[in-house]
């Protein structure tokens, strides 16, 4: 047992030349360490990196320069070891049509060199909620059954680290939850240290104990996921009163602001304030409601904010 699952020093990526396309720097100098036992979130608008870095953890893709310690195995100096103790869920559906999921993860299996005793093929078939669809041809299944399928065969070789790159990018609710608690289980019942890449703000607050965000193949943010989160909480109550008020109102935690149109603004931290508190100070002024709608910083506002602060 190591403490730093994943260990990442100054690590570049640049894409060559190809074609008449110019060279692409995808990393610029990344230095992350993942604690062992961590539900890490990976977050970041497109094309910010988050893939490149999975891929280089994956041994997908070769880095240009840094270096990467994958369970303590250097992957340079150890690269068997390294590779053997992760196990990643790609972004991208890349299935052999012709395999079945037995088969895929069979193969999977033999590609790691887990020995055919020590498989466990119908356990993870099971898990991933496929036993009945053991057999059938991968261009069979649904989208949503090959993206558990891709689940599978990441665990396989039982890695210490589980890496899923946007599992839950444009799928259903059910097959969210469904990975949502194979995750949950993995990390808690096998202290599986899991990595994981996404959009959305509620479901980085609902699974990750930690968060780096990444922005133009950088670390702008890393910490856990309640202080990043209480940055971030902001939200606008706008009320638009029947009649405008000769006074703003005003308390503690609560910034008040006329909008041209008339409206008024509340913003507020979330996670110290709650909307009924708003409701009561405008209740208390005498402002009667015409019309109220809240705003909320979304995943956008906060890359800007803070590429913004870190350009400051
Ligand atoms: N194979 C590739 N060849 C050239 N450029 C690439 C390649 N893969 C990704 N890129 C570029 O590298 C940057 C980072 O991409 P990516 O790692 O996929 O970001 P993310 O997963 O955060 O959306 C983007 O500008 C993307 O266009
Ligand atoms: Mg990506």
Redesign the pocket.
């Known amino acids: 047992m190591t403490t730093d699952a994943i260990k990442i020093t100054g690590l570049r990526k640049t894409?060559g030349v190809?074609g008449r396309?110019p060279p692409?720097v995808?990393l610029n100098g990344i230095d992350l360490t993942v604690p062992a036992g961590a539900v890490f979130g990976l977050l970041?608008p497109?094309?910010?990196?988050?893939?490149?870095?999975i891929n280089i953890l994956a041994g997908l893709v070769n880095k240009t320069a840094g270096k990467v310690t994958i369970w303590g195995f250097d992957q340079d100096v150890n690269p068997r070891q390294s590779r053997a103790a992760i196990g990643v869920m790609p972004?991208e559906l890349n299935l052999d049509p012709f395999f079945t999921p037995r088969g895929a993860l069979d193969v999977q299996a033999g590609l790691y060199g887990v020995p055919r005793a020590q498989r466990r093929t119908d356990e993870i078939l099971a898990m991933i909620g496929l036993s009945d669809k053991a057999e059938a041809y991968a261009r069979t299944l649904s989208g949503g059954m090959r993206r558990r399928l891709l689940l599978g065969k990441a665990l396989v070789h039982h890695p210490h680290i589980l890496v899923l790159d946007e599992p839950t990018a444009g799928v259903d609710i059910e097959l969210r939850q469904m990975l949502w608690h194979n995750v949950r289980r993995l990390n808690r019942d096998r202290g599986m240290t899991i990595i994981l890449?996404t959009h959305y703000l509620e479901e980085a607050e609902e699974m990750c104990d930690e968060i780096a965000i990444?922005s133009q193949g950088a670390v702008i943010a890393r910490d856990s996921t309640a202080n990043l989160l209480g940055q971030i909480d902001t939200r606008t109550m706008v009320i638009t009163p029947e009649s405008p008020p000769t006074t703003l109102p005003a308390a503690t935690g609560i910034e008040v602001a006329n909008r041209s149109d008339g409206s008024l603004a509340f913003t507020y931290h979330a996670r110290r304030t709650n909307g009924e508190e708003v409701l009561e100070l405008v209740r208390r002024s005498g402002i009667r409601i015409r019309d109220v709608r809240t705003e909320q910083a979304d995943l956008q506002d906060v890359f800007l904010n803070l590429t913004r602060a870190g350009a400051a």
Do not use: F, I, P
């Open positions: 894409y190809s396309q692409k995808a970041g497109n094309g910010a990196g988050k893939s490149t870095l972004q890449t990444l």
